[in-house]
């Protein structure tokens, strides 16, 4: 069975994380994506040494690069040379959707631009992935992810309370987001361009990508000018006991938002009472038909209610206990533990997508979704840098020893 983009061409002239996991889900989806990358050491992820995670691996595709470039071809080129950008500007004319992540201006300096590529491809599906947009008095700044966390209120919208330090998230989390973002505005531009022949440019960023990981947030205080206060780990709702709480063995984080929840929770930690305590909580609101989601009075008390029953038990068998009753509860796990449990009997079904990458296997855990009806996965790792240089070049009838003549590194 054929896999979706089968049959799509992409050039994929994007780098670090946005980017590649934009092109990384068109590559798993059957598309042919092309990478590339500067002869003078390619993607800087080929070097494997992110942050606290620095690699053990050997060689230019570590499991980080790997991860995100699974089953994409590599072309090695300088498109600050005339030849290396002539190059990419021929294969972009056999191309279905180009990719590029660089600061609003940089590629179409080598004539490699939305306007320069639609005048060789009239119906290219372009998309630049940028850290503030095209446009504006901040786009031509540089991103990164902890940064576009300060900017947007992320950073003031995780912590305990208001006066406590900014807390950013713990993962590039703007980053995969505009790559999933980008890769969903693709798709559907792909199947426009299929339907209609019209071709499409895209503008993502990593402020609209942060903007939509915060969408309730963003939309009430765009319409009531409601600032989000900080919550800890409390659940969105704001229902008492959408919360975390100190167990003898762990933490445990629970979610009883509704009345019928509520009901259920108090009676595993015998604190029926509080169902009745008009005080504690509101009445008129708990036992109004149809529910809603259960309304502190007394905040302070119901939270100290709650945290002392759960100190003398056991997170892991309160997280068997709720879910056995219909409250969704867990214990707090780190990562790994998270994936050893998934993996195994039961759970959740985890079934990482593998990639073999030379001698070795790397594991990752797939797209985030899972087609029923699909072809065979496509299992190649990614490529060594410049690997398929010249196999692309001839193809597209290119003097291959020109283009790829010796050159010194060009100045930005």
């Known amino acids: 069975m054929a896999r979706p983009l089968e049959g799509v061409r992409v050039v994929d002239m994007s ?93 179409a300096k080598y004539g490699l631009g939305y306007d ?20 504006g008095e901040w786009s031509r700044r540089g991103a990164y992810d902890h940064v576009v966390q300060a900017l947007t209120g992320m950073m ?35 199947h426009r361009r299929s339907r209609d022949g019209e071709g499409q440019y895209i503008d993502a960023s990593m402020v609209q990508a942060s903007l939509m990981l915060m969408y309730p947030n963003a939309s009430s205080f765009l319409t009531n000018r409601v600032e989000p206060q900080r919550v800890g780990n409390r659940g969105y709702t704001g229902s008492p006991t959408a919360d975390t709480y100190r167990c003898v063995d762990g933490w445990l984080a629970t979610a009883a938002n509704t009345p019928a929840q509520f009901r259920k929770l108090t009676a595993v930690l015998g604190l029926e009472r509080l169902c009745n305590e008009a005080d504690a909580i509101d009445l008129d609101a708990f036992n109004a038909p149809g529910g809603g989601f259960v309304v502190a009075r007394d905040l302070a008390y119901v939270q100290g209610c709650f945290k002392d029953a759960f100190a003398t038990r056991s997170a892991a068998e309160m997280e068997e206990r709720l879910n056995a009753v219909g409250v969704p509860a867990a214990r707090v796990r780190r990562l790994g533990e998270f994936l050893d449990e998934a993996q195994g009997e039961g759970g959740v079904g985890l079934v990482p997508t593998a990639y073999a990458q030379e001698n070795a296997e790397v594991r990752t855990p797939g797209l985030g979704f899972r087609y029923r009806f699909e072809g065979a996965a496509d299992q190649r790792g990614a490529p060594s840098l410049g690997q398929h240089t010249q196999a692309v070049l001839c193809e597209l009838g290119l003097d291959a020893d020109a283009a790829l003549a010796p050159k010194e590194p060009a100045t930005p």
């Not at 995780?158 to 969903?184: R, T």
């Open 15 to 107: 780098h670090v994380i946005a980017g590649p996991l934009a092109s990384l889900y068109l590559a798993q989806l059957g598309a042919e994506v092309i990478k590339i990358e500067s002869p003078h050491g390619g993607d800087v992820m080929r070097a494997g040494k992110m942050g606290s995670a620095a690699a053990q691996d050997d060689g230019d595709t570590p499991v980080g690069f790997a991860a995100l470039n699974a089953g994409k071809q590599s072309m090695a080129v300088d498109i600050r040379t005339a030849e290396g950008a002539d190059a990419v500007r021929a294969l972009a004319a056999t191309a279905d959707v180009f990719i590029e992540n660089f600061r609003p201006g940089v590629v």
């Open 116 to 135: 320069d590529v639609r005048a060789i491809k009239p119906d290219i599906v372009y998309c630049s992935i940028s850290g503030y947009g095209q446009e």
């Open 156 to 190: 003031m919208m995780s912590g305990d309370s208001e006066d406590a330090p900014p807390l950013k998230v713990g993962f590039p989390v703007i980053d995969v987001a505009v790559g999933m973002l980008g890769a969903l505005a693709i798709v559907a531009a792909v």
